[in-house]
């Protein structure tokens, strides 16, 4: 849903940051390590100290860099296989810091069992939806779709979670934690649905004869 609005923050709001990087001659792999490595430390320094809010802030100072660094690879014409493993893997470390940081909190100063696990649930449910989509792919099939996309996840419970710290009301990343352990379910039981029919189709079509793609 909020990738729609990709274009407007690449083309307008951080535009001025590709440019300048370009020509300090940093590479678009250098952006997106330095914005993995900013999220980390953000989500595992200032979450499990119950640190919310600056947690929250830290994080959204260096989280852009996943928009800063694919600009930078078209305006340079730069397709770079490397740079899509690259980035998707770093991505994967990201997701993880910040949904195991609030893990970490309510095994601290949050004090809650019950969104301990909710919290978990959401960090491995949201790894099997990339993970899927993944997998599809590189066997030929289609896996997009569902309810809860990366950026879906990361801006919700950022929002959610900086404004229960700043207004005292810690029921927005309750109930955010909630939407998401459901719709990340959901999305996961989509994407292995949708796998599951193209499969038989073109199982069935093996089956009938027809000799399998090559490798």
Same mark, same amino acid.
């Given at each position: 849903?909020?990738?729609?609005?990709?274009?407007?923050?690449?083309? +307008?709001?951080?535009?001025?940051?590709?440019?300048?990087?370009?020509?300090?001659?940093?590479?678009?792999?250098?952006?997106?390590?330095?914005?993995?490595?900013? +999220?980390?430390? &953000?989500?595992?320094?200032?979450?499990?100290?119950?640190?919310?809010?600056? &947690?929250?802030?830290?994080?959204?100072?260096?989280?852009?860099?996943?928009?800063?660094?694919?600009?930078?690879?078209?305006?340079?014409?730069?397709?770079?296989?490397?740079?899509?493993?690259?980035?998707?893997?770093?991505?994967?470390?990201?997701?993880?810091?910040?949904?195991?940081?609030?893990?970490?909190?309510?095994?601290?100063?949050?004090?809650?069992?019950?969104?301990?696990?909710?919290?978990?649930?959401?960090?491995?449910?949201?790894?099997?939806?990339?993970?899927?989509?993944?997998?599809?792919?590189?066997?030929?099939?289609?896996?997009?779709?569902?309810?809860?996309?990366?950026?879906?996840?990361?801006?919700?419970?950022?929002?959610?979670?900086?404004?229960?710290?700043?207004?005292?009301?810690?029921?927005?990343?309750? +109930?955010?934690?909630?939407?998401?352990?459901?719709?990340?379910?959901?999305?996961?039981?989509?994407?292995?649905?949708?796998?599951?029919?193209?499969?038989?189709?073109?199982?069935?079509?093996?089956?009938?004869?027809?000799?399998?793609?090559?490798?």
């Amino acid at each position: 849903m909020l990738d729609r609005f990709k274009d407007f923050w690449q083309g +307008v709001v951080l535009m001025p940051f590709v440019k300048l990087f370009i020509k300090l001659g940093i590479s678009p792999d250098a952006v997106t390590l330095v914005g993995t490595l900013g +999220v980390c430390v &953000g989500a595992l320094a200032f979450f499990p100290r119950g640190e919310l809010l600056y &947690g929250v802030l830290f994080i959204t100072a260096f989280v852009f860099s996943d928009l800063i660094d694919g600009k930078m690879a078209r305006v340079l014409e730069r397709k770079s296989r490397f740079g899509a493993f690259w980035d998707s893997t770093l991505d994967r470390i990201g997701d993880g810091a910040i949904f195991g940081g609030l893990a970490l909190y309510f095994a601290g100063p949050g004090d809650s069992y019950l969104y301990l696990c909710v919290t978990l649930w959401c960090l491995v449910m949201g790894s099997v939806t990339s993970y899927a989509r993944a997998r599809a792919e590189s066997l030929q099939m289609d896996a997009k779709g569902g309810l809860a996309e990366r950026a879906d996840r990361l801006v919700s419970i950022l929002v959610m979670t900086g404004l229960g710290d700043l207004f005292d009301l810690p029921i927005l990343m309750f +109930v955010t934690l909630w939407a998401l352990a459901a719709a990340s379910a959901y999305t996961v039981v989509f994407r292995v649905l949708k796998v599951y029919r193209q499969a038989a189709v073109l199982d069935g079509t093996l089956d009938a004869g027809e000799k399998p793609p090559a490798a």
